[in-house]
């Protein structure tokens, strides 16, 4: 019912909401509430007890964060928001990068690169990259090649003029080598070119090396930050 690999819709009389699996790489659900309060959070889990199953939920904004606790769900992970002012920004040299429009045409080749990339919990799926494409109007596609081999990539979403880094890593074998230094700088660039206002990201605290990459550019750290809670 629950491990689809698609997002399916539940509705009860206390709220709805929606549930995959997390990736491939899990046994975990993840829950993204619609609509209801703590009746509804403490029917998940309590469906998960008796299911054996554990959900994660969505990214959740800290200040909604005790409705949650309160009804029994733990902290998982945090995300901090960083956002880059690109107003102020001026170009810097950087090698050429492929860049792309970012479609569902896109996915089957990505997966097995974001495999190299991140941690099993991390990792992205079919749904999770097709969730990506539907947040923001328009996405772009970044890949990174050493010597025709593709070794790291980046995703920049655009709605209106503002634009949101959803996903960027080097492939571990490759990582530490200035690689993920002059993708950032490809993508800054691009966006400049495209006159946004800002570029958002969400980036993992205890990530000390994504963090100081993206504030040795220019990021700053926000006052926003996100939460993903477990049932169990």
């Keep these: 019912m629950y491990l689809t690999n698609d997002k399916q819709r539940h509705r009860l009389l206390i709220g709805s909401y929606n549930t995959r699996k997390w990736n491939d790489y899990s046994s975990l659900i993840y ?7 703590k009746p509804l959070l ?12 554990e959900f ?3 990214m959740v904004q800290e ?3 005790g409705q949650w606790l309160s009804s029994g769900w733990i902290e998982s992970s945090r995300l901090n928001v960083l956002s ?5 920004y001026k170009y810097q040299e ?7 429009d970012f479609n569902q045409n896109s996915i089957d080749g990505l997966l097995p690169l974001d495999q190299r990339i991140f941690d099993a919990y991390w990792r992205n799926s079919k749904a999770g990259f097709s969730e990506t494409i539907e947040s923001c109007n328009r996405n772009y596609l970044f890949k990174k090649y050493v010597d025709k081999e593709l070794i790291g990539y980046a995703i920049l979403g655009s709605t209106r003029s503002f634009s949101f880094l959803q996903r960027f890593g080097i492939s571990k074998d490759y990582q530490n080598s200035g690689y993920g230094s002059s993708l950032l700088n490809a993508v800054v660039n691009f966006a400049k070119s495209k006159k946004f206002v800002n570029i958002r990201l969400n980036t993992q605290p205890n990530n000390t090396a994504a963090q100081n990459l993206y504030l040795k550019k220019g990021f700053k750290l926000t006052n926003t930050n996100y939460v993903i809670f477990s049932s169990s």
């Design 94 to 100: 950087t090698e050429s990068f492929h860049v792309e």
């Design 31 to 37: 829950f993204e509430k619609i609509y209801g309060g």
């Design 63 to 65: 200040n909604m964060s």
């Design 56 to 58: 994660h939920s969505a």
């Design 84 to 88: 880059f002012d690109l107003r102020k």
């Design 42 to 53: 403490r029917k998940i889990k309590s469906i998960g007890l008796e299911n054996n199953i």
